[in-house]
């Protein structure tokens, strides 16, 4: 018997509805609850978020490096400029512009709420063989 149905990642924020709709269009998802003080949204892979209304927020403060960064999202791109001119579109700002080394390339960046999120390409790698 399965115990849990169902996972979100909440993000606490001042307007659920603004925030809501910040990651409905970058997921390219939907809506699939809201109620005065939550909306929820599932994106076209899957992914389910629920933006929950706390009118005392305050944005994380990361990158200072006074504070550590205690949660961010992943989102995985295959093209980081065309994530990055999306996000920028829809309110979002950079946080980290330049490309880390290493297998990876990522760029960090904020909602409009000031939530942090990394954008990251994964490099292009063979197939194994034998």
């Known amino acids: 018997m399965t115990v849990v149905t169902a996972g979100f990642v909440v993000l606490d924020c001042s307007e659920p509805e603004k925030l809501a709709a910040f990651y409905k269009e970058f997921l390219d998802g939907e809506e699939t609850d809201a109620t005065a003080n939550r909306v929820e949204i599932q994106g076209a892979d899957g992914m389910r978020m629920a933006f ?66 990394t954008l990251r390409k994964g490099a292009t790698t063979a197939p194994k063989q034998g």
Do not use: C, M
Not at 70 to 93: P, T, Y
Not at 98 to 104: A, L, S
């Open 52 to 117: 929950r209304r706390d009118v005392n927020a305050t944005p994380p403060s990361w990158p200072r490096p006074e504070n550590s960064l205690q949660a961010h999202l992943d989102f995985h791109v295959d093209d980081l400029d065309a994530a990055e001119r999306k996000v920028i579109s829809l309110g979002g700002r950079a946080l980290e512009a330049k490309d880390g080394g290493g297998p990876y390339e990522e760029r960090g960046y904020a909602d409009p709420s000031g939530h942090s999120f």
